[in-house]
T-cell receptor
Framework: EPEVTQTPSHQVTQMGQEVILRCVPI?????FYWYRQILGQKVEFLVS????????KSEIFDDQFSVERPDGSNFTLKIRSTKLEDSAMYFC???????????????FGSGTQLSVL | GNSVTQMEGPVTLSEEAFLTINCTYT??????LFWYVQYPGEGLQLLLK?????DKGSNKGFEATYRKETTSFHLEKGSVQVSDSAVYFC????????????FGAGTRLFVKA
């Protein structure tokens, strides 16, 4: 079965540094997402992306965050100046080849564990 | 707003025991409801879903019924196995045009042999 891949699996960075988390969604999917999970807490929505633009974003997704689909296969999340509270597991997901119910099922990657020191 | 509340874990059961994990939701509009499962070291995977009231989603022996009157979507399995040990997430989606799925906090299940 096709899968979403994320790299790296672990990322350690210093506070204030920029990080880029990378994802390769399933090839014929049209909708892309980033979620994060702080240890022991709920899976939080960050942003959804469709047709080369952000569809919706949460309050967490402030000016320090950005997403990009630089080519036909990659989907990246950039954090410009990391804070301690950005430490979390970041999940990429993709869905759907069309509208309505076909894009409801999310396919998740295995996540990138980001540790900000 | 839209939100999901599920029972806190961990839940520890013996093999072949009956499982219930409670989930309730609040939503504007008519949500689709989901259960996702996360095995150690992996991403979340869709376990089952229901898209309208009174629908029953089922997969791998797990079931959940969309109850609009009680705004609930409880997950059940009649006889759990050690391999069911995982974290289970209840989720909802209301189509507001932003394609956002909202997850609960997750419930960790341990099944002992």
């Amino acid at each position: 079965e096709p899968e979403v891949t994320q790299t790296p699996s672990h990322q350690v960075t210093q506070m204030g540094q920029e990080v880029i988390l990378r994802c390769v969604p399933i090839s014929n999917h049209l909708y892309f997402y980033w979620y994060r999970q702080i240890l022991g807490q709920k899976v939080e929505f960050l942003v959804s992306f469709y047709n080369n633009e952000i569809s919706e974003k949460s309050e967490i997704f402030d000016d320090q965050f950005s997403v990009e689909r630089p080519d036909g296969s990659n989907f990246t999340l950039k954090i410009r100046s990391t804070k301690l509270e950005d430490s979390a597991m970041y999940f990429c997901a993709s869905s759907g080849t069309g509208g309505g119910a076909t894009n409801e099922k999310l396919f998740f990657g295995s996540g990138t564990q980001l540790s900000v020191l | 707003g839209n939100s999901v509340t599920q029972m806190e874990g961990p839940v520890t059961l013996s093999e072949e025991a009956f499982l219930t994990i409670n989930c309730t939701y609040t939503a504007t509009g008519y949500p689709s409801l989901f259960w996702y499962v996360q095995y150690p070291g992996e991403g979340l995977q869709l376990l089952l879903k229901a898209t309208k009231a009174d629908d029953k989603g089922s997969n791998k022996g797990f079931e959940a019924t969309y109850r609009k009157e009680t705004t609930s979507f409880h997950l059940e399995k009649g006889s759990v196995q050690v391999s069911d040990s995982a974290v289970y997430f209840c989720a909802l989606r209301v189509d507001t045009g932003g394609f956002k799925t909202i997850f609960g906090a997750g419930t960790r299940l341990f099944v002992k042999a």
